[in-house]
């Protein structure tokens, strides 16, 4: 009987190590509505939240397709001058770089996949929105459109 309980208790061990290392891998990102206001009309997108060192070093590596409509925003709080680079990026991104305001200060588009070139954000910004490349140049947004998200304050 000794034998059985000593394996028993070895897999209710090993089960519960499994449970506690798989935790972290398996939460859920915070998934968010995010608005961009362009002269043209207004374009909502479905973004997932990176607010921890870990979530925006990870970013959208190894993902092999984004969704139109769907994106990652990056939380640099403070406003903070920010550098992107594409390593393990497997799709083109464009990157939108955003004031703490709400309004767009630069825009990266088409970005590179894999590559290790950095960008910038051409001075301190609260946030980045990655979006599948191509979708700036299509719906028209550009530098001074403002984004309408609960990161971004009010003038």
Do not use: C
């Not at 935790?23 to 990102?29: H, K, P, Q, T, V």
């Not at 362009?38 to 970013?59: I, L, N, P, W, Y």
């Not at 769907?70 to 992107?84: A, E, H, N, R």
Request: charged share 25%.
């Amino acid at each position: 009987m000794w034998p059985y309980f000593r394996g028993w208790g070895a897999w209710w061990l090993a089960a519960l190590l499994g449970l506690v290392l798989a935790s972290g891998s398996l939460r859920a990102a915070e998934e968010t509505t995010l608005e961009i206001v362009t002269k043209d009309g207004v374009h909502v997108f479905s973004v997932e939240m990176a607010r921890t060192d870990e979530e925006r070093q990870k970013g959208l590596m190894f993902r092999k397709e984004l969704p139109e409509g769907k994106g990652m925003l990056f939380d640099f709080k403070p406003d903070q001058d920010v550098s992107m680079w594409m390593r393990n990026t497997y799709i083109p991104l464009d990157m939108l770089f955003i004031n703490g305001d709400g309004t767009i200060r630069r825009i990266a588009e088409n970005t590179v996949p894999l590559s290790e070139k950095t960008i910038a954000s051409g001075g301190p910004v609260r946030g980045v929105l990655e979006v599948i490349g191509g979708t700036t140049k299509k719906l028209g947004i550009r530098a001074g459109d403002k984004v309408a998200h609960p990161l971004f304050s009010s003038p």
